[in-house]
Structure formats: C-alpha cells, structure tokens
C-alpha cells in the first residue's frame, strides 16, 4: 500500500512539473534561459523545484478593473507627444541626452513633466517629518502607496495622523504591500478602517503561512495630498530607516518631495494601482464621478526642473524598466555613480556598464557591508571580481545603504524605488523618476562623496581572499537569482 502511494506520489509530481514546463512555454513567453534553468530545477528535485516555481516562478494573474484612467492617461499622452517631441528638438540645451528624452517619450510613454519644486531626502527622519507635517494640513484627499508599513512606532505614527484627518472628513485611501507588509498585523489599520479610511493590500496571499503569490509585488512607495504634494523614492515606513535597528545602522536613503505638474502624474499611478486591487465598487464610481476633485488645475511655471517618471510591471507587455536603465547607461560620456543595496544585473546592463568602463567612462557603484537578506548579498558579491576585472570602482558602505540613485556625468540623475536587479526589472512593480536638472544632480554627487568617508574600496586582493565556502554561495546564489 505504502509503495502504490509513493508511486502515486511521484506520477502526480511529475505531472504537476510537465504542465508548469508547458505552461511556461506556451503561455509566458520567458527567455528560453529562464525556462531551461526552471525545467532543470523541476527534474532534479521535482517537489522542491514544484514549490519553489509556485513562490518565485510566477505571480497572480494581472487583470484591469478600470478603464476610464487608462483612457485618460492615453488622451494626455497623444495631447500632448508630438508638442513635447517639437519643442525638444529645438531645444539644443538638451543635446547630447534627447535621444533618451525621446526613448521614454516613444518607448515607456512617459512625458516631460514639471516640478516646481523637489525636495531631497537622505535620512528618513527629514522625510518622514514633512510627510506627517503635510498630512496635518490635507483638507481633501490623502493617497498612500507603500511595499512596506511596520506595525512599530514610525507605522503607528503614521496610522494615527491618517486616522485623524479620516476623522476630520479627508478623503483617505491606503495601499500596502501584502509581501513586503508580510510580518505587520492587521489590527494597525483597524482604527483608519473605523474613522472611514479605505485600506486594501496588493494581491494578498491566499494563504497567510505559505503565499503563492511572491511575485509581483508593488515595490513603489507613493504619496500624493490634496493632488498638490507627492512624495516618491526608497523610503518605506519603519523603525530600521531611523537608524533604530542597530544591526542596519546607520541606513541611508533617497527620497524626494515634489509640487507642480509632476504631481498629476504620481496622482494618476496611485489610482490605477489602487483600482486594479480594490473590491468596493462605490469607489470606483466614486474616482470616476470625482475625477478632476483628484487633479487640481495649477498654473504651470517656466522654471521648472523638469523630469520624466517611468512606471513598470508585470502588467506590461514590456520591460520598461530593464531597457530605460540600459538606455540610461548608453548616454553617459564622462561618468556613471551609482547606489544601490541589491546588486544583480543581467547580462545586458552588466555588459552595458562594463562597456562604459573600458571606454574611458568613470563607472562607480557603491554597495552596502550590512546584508538585510544573505542570499541577496551573496549574489550582489558574487558580481565584485569582475566588475573590478572592469576597471570599475567598487565601494562598501559601512552601514545600510537602501538609496536607488544613478548620476550621469554629473548632469542628470534617478532616483525611485528600482534597485539594480532581475526583480526590480522584470517581476515588481516600480517607479523611477530620471531628473534633467543640474541641481538635483550636483546633490546626489555631494551625497555620494559624503557616503564615501564611510566606504571602503574594495580591490581584487578581498576576491582573493574569499573563503572556499564564501566563493561557492556566490556561484549557487547567483544562479538561483535569475530565477527569483
């Protein structure tokens, strides 16, 4: 009997692994990479390979609940190309860099967009101070997106000032991250449910102990009050980015504060993403019959620093974000800085930075000592030799360094919620906002010289003097996280 079970067993494993295999080819349409690692992984060990590809090979199927702001977004965006595509080629102030003005303009649809003002944020203390200062003088609508809310003492307050202006009648929608927010209990948002808040979590686990949808996760972290002020970058909401968790002190950060026209873009994110997981469809009559409540009418000034915001997911047909940054680097004529906490890039931007370097360009990157997730910084370090090997300048900072930022020829910068990964590329959810302003530039240069009295570079005698075991964690992890 106990023999007709295990063969039972493993007929329906094998099964369970050739639908996935087919599935995967006939249906997802991934590198052939992808799928001959996945397939491998499902044949030499077929039950862990099985759950492992129902965790990390895949996420929940992408459905649109909403349409009328994708035909608003399409209606601005067709307004308003070709005035945008005149007005900069005329423009010579641009040159050499409005080829990747226009790629964004063609490729990710994303138009040139005016802030009248941008703060920047490198410790979480300054950020979340004016965050909580602006929601205390929200007198119409409070839009909160956030990958992670901790149920500590930064969750809380931030919690209690939302549940307050609730109170007071403010229009108040909130979206976590139902991955990311895994360890926060629900109970923290009891309170702004009760004062009239709507709070809804993005594509939340079927099951609570074991989630098959670890894939797709909304890694984005947006704000937008009174459709006025917009707040975007790495920051999530928690102890750790006060620097109160010693083990990731100090951690360092970017984010920024923004007013203007901008700000009509980040309004019009925060709500598809809010419409595509929401269940209450009285809201959703709502935003439609309110919509222009959402977007107020500013004048638009002349100076302006102006940017482009580029979104992606998996919801794309494309992958925005992955060829945005490969673009990104094709630019640079003198220099690329780079900041990131997870560092693990394909082929084509690891082949990309490489080219830059052996072509004269100053290439750095700058990556933090203190691990957050072991196997991720193994596979960060597993990168090390060879971008040496480069002539790239490798920097440890001596801390937690979560900023996503990149400065090219010290002229223009990004910052978002994109780290340097196959994830961030191709699985999450993400902004980023590329910065055509020489201001904003020259503060991400001063911080990167800053973080470099805390760093130390690294050079090919640490590659040498790698344990055995360290070496062979980099080869496993490195292969394993092209697949999660």
């Given at each position: 009997?106990?023999?007709?079970?295990?063969?039972?067993?493993?007929?329906?494993?094998?099964?369970?692994?050739?639908?996935?295999?087919?599935?995967?080819?006939?249906?997802?349409?991934?590198?052939?990479?992808?799928?001959?690692?996945?397939?491998?992984?499902?044949?030499?060990?077929?039950?862990?390979?099985?759950?492992?590809?129902?965790?990390?090979?895949?996420?929940?199927?992408?459905?649109?609940?909403?349409?009328?702001?994708?035909?608003?977004?399409?209606?601005?965006?067709?307004?308003?190309?070709?005035?945008?595509?005149?007005?900069?080629?005329?423009?010579?102030?641009?040159?050499?860099?409005?080829?990747?003005?226009?790629?964004?303009?063609?490729?990710?649809?994303?138009?040139?967009?005016?802030?009248?003002?941008?703060?920047?944020?490198?410790?979480?203390?300054?950020?979340?101070?004016?965050?909580?200062?602006?929601?205390?003088?929200?007198?119409?609508?409070?839009?909160?997106?956030?990958?992670?809310?901790?149920?500590?003492?930064?969750?809380?307050?931030?919690?209690?000032?939302?549940?307050?202006?609730?109170?007071?009648?403010?229009?108040?929608?909130?979206?976590?991250?139902?991955?990311?927010?895994?360890?926060?209990?629900?109970?923290?948002?009891?309170?702004?449910?009760?004062?009239?808040?709507?709070?809804?979590?993005?594509?939340?686990?079927?099951?609570?102990?074991?989630?098959?949808?670890?894939?797709?996760?909304?890694?984005?972290?947006?704000?937008?009050?009174?459709?006025?002020?917009?707040?975007?970058?790495?920051?999530?909401?928690?102890?750790?980015?006060?620097?109160?968790?010693?083990?990731?002190?100090?951690?360092?950060?970017?984010?920024?504060?923004?007013?203007?026209?901008?700000?009509?873009?980040?309004?019009?994110?925060?709500?598809?993403?809010?419409?595509?997981?929401?269940?209450?469809?009285?809201?959703?009559e709502e935003i439609k019959s309110e919509i222009l409540r959402y977007f107020p009418k500013e004048e638009i000034e002349d100076a302006q620093i102006e940017l482009q915001l580029v979104y992606?997911?998996?919801?794309?047909?494309?992958?925005?974000?992955?060829?945005?940054?490969?673009?990104?680097?094709t630019i640079a004529k003198k220099s690329i800085w780079i900041q990131s906490p997870y560092f693990i890039p394909d082929s084509e931007f690891l082949h990309g930075l490489k080219i830059a370097?052996h072509s004269g360009i100053d290439v750095k990157i700058m990556i933090p000592v203190i691990p957050d997730n072991h196997f991720v910084h193994r596979a960060t370090t597993s990168y090390i030799?060879?971008?040496?090997?480069?002539?790239?300048?490798?920097?440890?900072?001596?801390?937690?360094?979560?900023?996503?930022?990149?400065?090219?020829?010290?002229?223009?910068?990004?910052?978002?919620?994109?780290?340097?990964?196959?994830?961030?590329?191709?699985?999450?959810?993400?902004?980023?906002?590329?910065?055509?302003?020489?201001?904003?530039?020259?503060?991400?240069?001063?911080?990167?010289?800053?973080?470099?009295?805390?760093?130390?570079?690294?050079?090919?005698?640490?590659?040498?003097?790698?344990?055995?075991?360290?070496?062979?964690?980099?080869?496993?992890?490195?292969?394993?996280?092209?697949?999660?």
């Amino acid at each position: 009997m106990l023999a007709w079970m295990i063969a039972l067993s493993l007929l329906v494993i094998q099964v369970l692994n050739l639908w996935t295999i087919l599935r995967m080819i006939f249906k997802r349409k991934d590198e052939p990479i992808y799928i001959i690692a996945w397939t491998m992984i499902m044949t030499f060990i077929p039950f862990i390979g099985f759950l492992l590809y129902l965790l990390f090979g895949h996420g929940p199927i992408m459905r649109k609940k909403l349409t009328f702001l994708d035909e608003m977004e399409e209606q601005e965006y067709a307004a308003s190309v070709e005035r945008q595509l005149r007005k900069l080629t005329n423009q010579q102030i641009h040159f050499p860099y409005l080829s990747f003005i226009k790629f964004n303009l063609n490729y990710n649809k994303s138009l040139v967009v005016g802030a009248k003002t941008l703060t920047y944020f490198s410790e979480a203390k300054d950020k979340y101070e004016a965050l909580l200062r602006d929601i205390s003088q929200a007198t119409d609508s409070i839009h909160v997106l956030y990958f992670i809310i901790r149920g500590d003492e930064s969750g809380e307050a931030l919690l209690q000032a939302l549940t307050k202006k609730a109170r007071e009648g403010v229009k108040v929608r909130l979206v976590y991250d139902d991955g990311g927010s895994f360890m926060t209990p629900t109970s923290l948002f009891k309170p702004l449910k009760e004062a009239g808040g709507i709070v809804v979590k993005h594509y939340p686990a079927k099951l609570k102990i074991f989630t098959l949808n670890w894939n797709y996760r909304n890694h984005r972290k947006i704000v937008v009050i009174d459709g006025k002020v917009g707040y975007f970058g790495g920051m999530n909401i928690g102890d750790e980015y006060l620097s109160k968790n010693p083990k990731f002190s100090p951690w360092r950060d970017a984010h920024v504060r923004v007013t203007g026209e901008v700000v009509h873009s980040l309004q019009l994110r925060f709500l598809k993403d809010y419409t595509a997981v929401i269940e209450q469809v009285s809201d959703l009559e709502e935003i439609k019959s309110e919509i222009l409540r959402y977007f107020p009418k500013e004048e638009i000034e002349d100076a302006q620093i102006e940017l482009q915001l580029v979104y992606d997911g998996p919801d794309q047909e494309r992958d925005h974000m992955r060829a945005t940054y490969i673009k990104w680097l094709t630019i640079a004529k003198k220099s690329i800085w780079i900041q990131s906490p997870y560092f693990i890039p394909d082929s084509e931007f690891l082949h990309g930075l490489k080219i830059a370097s052996h072509s004269g360009i100053d290439v750095k990157i700058m990556i933090p000592v203190i691990p957050d997730n072991h196997f991720v910084h193994r596979a960060t370090t597993s990168y090390i030799k060879e971008l040496l090997e480069a002539n790239i300048e490798v920097y440890f900072y001596e801390g937690f360094l979560h900023a996503k930022t990149m400065v090219i020829d010290g002229r223009l910068a990004t910052i978002g919620s994109v780290n340097m990964d196959v994830r961030s590329f191709s699985i999450n959810f993400e902004l980023a906002a590329f910065i055509y302003h020489e201001s904003v530039a020259k503060r991400l240069i001063e911080q990167f010289k800053e973080d470099q009295k805390r760093c130390r570079l690294l050079d090919l005698t640490d590659e040498e003097n790698k344990s055995w075991w360290m070496k062979t964690e980099e080869s496993v992890y490195r292969l394993l996280s092209m697949l999660m």
